[in-house]
């Protein structure tokens, strides 16, 4: 299968993947991985690695010099920012080598945020719109639309859709979304 014409990859990017969706960048000292999976319409800036094995969706940004390994799902709309990493082994050892079904899988939701800097610890998920701060260690799941501090990552609020942490009434103060916590705890879309 021959990448889409469209797909732009700097003269000092690597792109090893024919399976880069239509309109995607790929930027100087960036490397994708045969095997890795990019959907359209990404920006896959400076010194990003995406390993194969890796599934990027459409409209993802990666910031410069994220790291994305194998067993890493990143659904689509998502943002990554700088240096922020995965992981995909509980218990690495340089003389044990794993691969496919021997490496913990991780999942970022549609519409997430992660900020620069932090770690994603394999076997998380996180959720639809959550955002986690710059600098994190996210250790568990992510709550949609919880935002989420530290290390351990420990939620101290709630995001809306577009990106800003709402306040106590869960009102958006920038597009004006309204949201409400069901009896479950989890929050909720009251009205667009």
Known sequence: M???ASVFVHPQGLCESDDVGPRTRVWAFAHVLAGAVVGADCNVCDHAFIEAGARIGDRVTVKNAVLVWDGVTVE????LGPNMVFTNDLNPRAAIKKAGADLVPTTVRRGATIGANATIVCGTIVGEHAFVGA???VTSDVAPHAFVVGNPARPIGWACEC???LPDDLRCPGCAR???LDPAGSLR???P
């Open 76 to 79: 689509d709309d998502v943002f």
């Open 178 to 180: 309204a949201y409400r």
């Open 135 to 137: 600098g994190a260690v």
């Open 2 to 4: 021959a990448r889409d």
């Open 189 to 191: 879309l009251d009205r």
């Open 163 to 165: 990106g800003l942490r």
